[in-house]
């Protein structure tokens, strides 16, 4: 993919990712209802991009909404949520939606964000323009977040991770991958990623959650998460990264120690939810080495940084946890 958004490292920037020199791109206001816009996800779209976005309203229901953009920076978001027809299942209820993913497989764009039905669970559908969207089977039972498809079938079925939780603030969390031939049946689960000893990498201590749609590289999967640590301030949100086997995801080849990404501009530590860098999506190029990783920002606003992406996977690669 090319034309994706861009800026040049800083001069003397020495980390992997540096932030849009103009974050936060998006507002909490940006459309009329909205309290916060953050922990959303965004894809190529005919001659731009579209996305869903978690907009949390003035009363703080928590939907997700379609947007459209030339460049990726500059967003055109529906003042409307979506409204979801029947797709493989007659059963959409939904008591709320938050932090979609979005990717493109085979002939539509599949979604996924965190449904609430009698506690949150991964909610899936589909769309094929951005302006009808078709609701899945829930994939799993209560208690469940972070959904995220592979963006592509593996050994000939869809591949999904996600965390189980709990139906609070979850002090706790593992990445897991689960399987389906339908995109309906979920099964042959399989632990991915536990979090971190404290003392060897405590910014991922607490809990651990996939980010963006992985990235198919050379090296494997590069798969950006997040990582949680409990502080006396609260829960402290950074961003990592590990490479996973193409063909057995759930084995993790290398994994970061040190964090990529953490909270250290304003409008990052404070906010709905100080201190968080929440991951969900990933515009790259490979031809070009560049990639755009948005994320929300202090559960309030959504900002994007740039990297490398030969860069991210060297960094990982000499600085993995063992």
Known sequence: MKNIPWQDSPENCKDVLWRHASNPIIDRYAIPSSNSIFNSAVVPFKDGFAGVFRCDN?????????????????????????????????????????????????????????????????????????????????????????????????????????????NG????????????????????????????????????????????????TAEGWLLFYHGVIATCNGFRYSIGAAILEENEPDKVKFRSKPYLLAPAKLYELTGDVPNVLFPCAALHSIEEDRLALYYGAADTVTGVAYGRISEVLEYVKQNTLK
Not at 148 to 155: A, E
Not at 182 to 204: I, L, N, T
Request: aromatic share 16%; hydrophobic share 35%; proline share 8%.
């Open 58 to 166: 003035k009363a703080v229901q928590m939907n997700i909404f379609a947007g459209f953009s030339k460049d990726g920076i500059n967003w055109d978001i529906n003042h409307e949520p979506i409204k979801m027809q029947p797709g493989n299942t007659q059963m959409i209820e939904s008591d709320y939606k938050y932090d979609p993913r979005v990717t493109f497989i085979e002939d539509r764009y599949w979604i996924t964000w965190c449904n609430g039905y009698h506690g949150p669970t991964i909610g899936i559908g589909y769309t094929f323009d951005f302006e009808e969207f078709f609701q899945c089977e829930n994939a799993f039972l209560p208690f469940n977040r972070n959904g995220v498809l592979f963006p592509k079938r593996i050994n000939g079925k869809y591949a999904l991770l996600s965390r189980p939780s709990d």
């Open 169 to 216: 603030h979850t002090p706790f969390g593992d990445i897991y991958i689960s399987y389906s031939p339908d995109m309906k049946y979920w099964g042959e689960h399989r632990c991915v990623m536990k979090v971190a000893p404290f003392e060897q990498s405590a910014w991922q201590c607490t809990k651990i959650g996939a980010g963006p749609v992985p990235i198919l």
